[in-house]
């Protein structure tokens, strides 16, 4: 017995090949690797006390991290462009609510942590370069003290954003491995997918 679908008018069929679009799977992936990048760097950056690669992890990690906010934007773009996309599960409204809810936070998250980041280099006096591209216009006046509270914040974020991207990672492989439906399949790559899902 199926429970109805949560797309009125779009029912769900097991039987059907659900896909994300390419551009989202390359989009989700890709955001990925960069938050892992930007995490790692700032990592491995607290056990370095040489300066001047002190100061090349931090810009790399504005860097990348910036990345995550444009990519961000396109992914929307992407993502309302397709709608509205199948359901990928037979899912009952209060699950489907929680996935939302779980993904709308991550979209804000990964547009506002950088810029709390940015708004922090800016209070504290430092220019973002954009991989040593060009510059960009501070975001706030120089105030250290306001640069505190942004550093509070940007870790704050980052924190959450870690446990949301946990909580959501485990309940795509429970999708697959437990209930052994086609959630995480359609989001993976054709190649690692296998051509039935
Ligand atoms: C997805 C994007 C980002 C994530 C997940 C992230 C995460 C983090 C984390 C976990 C820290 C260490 C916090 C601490 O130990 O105090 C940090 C520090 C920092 N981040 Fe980011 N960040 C991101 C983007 C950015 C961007 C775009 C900028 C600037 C344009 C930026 C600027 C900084 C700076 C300057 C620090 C050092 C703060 C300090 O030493 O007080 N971050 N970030
Ligand atoms: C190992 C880590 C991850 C796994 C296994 C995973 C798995 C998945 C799966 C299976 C979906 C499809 C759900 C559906 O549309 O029905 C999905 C969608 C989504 N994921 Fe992840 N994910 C991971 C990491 C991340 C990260 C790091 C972020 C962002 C910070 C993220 C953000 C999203 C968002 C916003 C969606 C909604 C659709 C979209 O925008 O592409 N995920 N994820």
Redo the contacts with the bound molecule.
Sequence with gaps: MTSPSAHPGTPFSPAAAVRRPPALIFLHWLTLA??AA??GL??VR?GIDEKALRMTL?NL??????C??LLVVVRIAVRLAKRPLPPTADASPLEHFVAMAVHLALYV??FV??????A??SA?G?A?SFFGLFV?PPLVEQDEDL?DVF?EY??G???L??GLVGAHAAAALAHHFIKRDGVLRAMLPVWLAGRRS
């Design positions: 960069l938050i930007v995490l700032v990592f607290e931090i990690h504005r860097s990348l991290g910036l995550v906010a998250l990964m942590l950088p810029l709390i980041g940015w922090l280099s504290n430092k973002v960009l640069g550093a940007h870790e974020a980052a924190w954003l870690l």
